[in-house]
């Protein structure tokens, strides 16, 4: 995969510091969000088993309040069951609030017991049977536990939504950033390599081209020093000759 990083970027030793720095610490953001992750997931499968269990046992309890109802109207009439379930004066109320989950803000479900007792369920003891308070029991129990359900859900929800925000970054990470940026800290470093290289073989050539210089210039002065060693030595033989000459010839005078 091409990459679009490393084009722009300016192959210098401080950009490698700084691509080495952020590409530290996107492993380490890796690393927390995997950790994060894989946290809310064990809470999920928790809460998961908690909620299976929960919604067996709602219905369980539906179904044997929905048996007790059938027999409940076979026994008195599907009016006389109407009317006991309208004798009630006040009905479960649902605050939805906010709380916390291992650091997740998460809903939570604040209602008013639906169980009540004998004299609060709005018809009188007389007129009725034992059958009539168990039904209306058993709804209570149902009407509980499906409170407790849709909280659940909701909680179950909000992790799933986390736990893909944050699976969704990590692939992010491990797929995308840190895979370029591993390419433009190598791109840095073979560029910054080769230079240095080239800088060696600079120096080299450098040092070599000196070493021939000041070889040649030695050769130099020691031809020049040779030549006037030559020189001088032909000065003093002419010198030494004229003197020769010059005593014949004072002697030739004399003579």
Known sequence: MPNRRHRRTAPTRRELLSVTDELSLARKGERILERRR??????????????????????EAFRDAAELHVWGAEREGEIALRALSEARSSHTELIVSETKLVGLTVPFFLSTSARRSLDGRGYGVLGTSALDDELVGSYESVVEDVVRLAEMRAVLLRLLAEIRRLRLRVNYL??????????????????????????????????????????ERREAERREAEQQEAEQQEAEQQENERGVETRRADGGDRD
């Open 38 to 59: 894989d946290s809310l997931v064990f809470v999920l499968l928790d809460l998961l088993d908690r909620w299976t269990e929960l919604r067996r046992e709602t219905d």
């Open 174 to 215: 491990t797929q995308r950033l840190i895979p370029e940026l591993e390419v433009e800290k190598r791109y840095i470093r073979r560029y910054l390599d080769e230079r240095e290289q080239e800088e060696r073989f600079r120096q080299f050539r450098t040092k070599q081209r000196n070493e021939r210089r000041q070889a």
